[in-house]
């Protein structure tokens, strides 16, 4: 059990158009979701914290009209990068919590964007 | 504050050696640990994590980690090492609030 789905694996697009990657949570319900960047070699770097219904979180030096954040449901998280960039060009990674949260989270695939 | 230090950002074992990946965190409260696995371009996998039972906690594909406290250590061991445990580690420490610290990862690398 808890499954996380992240889509699209991969995605190309050119510079100045917007890409959103979904993140489900397949078999639990998500109280909380998160979304990290992570550069070659590096850790994951912590971009936003979402609960359903409300704002994201994000942390500072993340541009929040840049990374949108949606949670409309217990289930699914969204993250739309808006007119990308070769800069945004990245691995994003979501992961979730359930609820009774021990502080253990489930991954999603990730995601590589390219910007062209 | 919380934190977490991997010593060494790489090791390289030979096939069938012993793996040792060291974490020291940091942490003003009992902390809850986990170690996670991330093979090239994929998300994080948990491979086991200590939340205040037994101090030896067994995860998968035979890996285990010991927590002491007066060492402030969580350090990640596998008897024998296979080809296919070359990968990223990243040693993680949750305290609440929602908020996971995780070390700078460890890659392995394994020797024919």
């Known amino acids: 059990g808890a499954v996380v789905s992240q889509h699209p694996s991969r995605v190309i697009c050119k510079s100045g158009t917007s890409v959103k990657i979904e993140c489900r949570s397949l078999?639990?319900?998500?109280?909380?979701m998160f979304w990290y960047r992570q550069f070659p070699k590096q850790s994951l770097m912590l971009m936003a914290t979402s609960n359903e219904g409300s704002k994201a979180t994000y942390e500072q030096g993340v541009e929040k009209d840049k990374f949108l954040i949606n949670h409309a449901s217990l289930t699914l998280s969204t993250l739309t990068v808006t007119s990308a960039h070769p800069e945004d060009s990245s691995f994003y990674i979501c992961?979730?919590?359930?609820?009774?949260?021990?502080?253990?989270?489930?991954f999603g695939e990730g995601s590589r964007l390219t910007v062209l | 504050a919380q934190s977490v230090t991997q010593l060494g950002s790489h090791v390289s074992v030979s096939e069938g050696a012993l793996v040792l990946l060291r974490c020291n965190y940091s942490?003003?409260?009992?902390?809850?640990l986990f170690w996670y696995v991330q093979y090239p371009n994929q998300g994080l996998q948990l491979l086991l994590k200590y939340t205040s039972a037994a101090t030896l906690v067994k995860g998968i594909n035979g890996f285990e980690a010991e927590f002491k406290k007066s060492e402030t250590s969580f350090h990640l061991t596998k008897p024998s090492a296979h080809m296919s445990d070359a990968a990223e580690y990243f040693c993680a420490v949750y305290t609440g609030g929602f908020k996971t610290i995780f070390g700078a990862g460890t890659r392995l690398f394994v020797k024919a």
């Open positions: 992961s979730a919590s359930r609820t009774g949260n021990t502080g253990e989270l489930f």
């Open positions: 078999d639990f319900q998500a109280t909380t």
């Open positions: 942490s003003s409260v009992p902390p809850y």
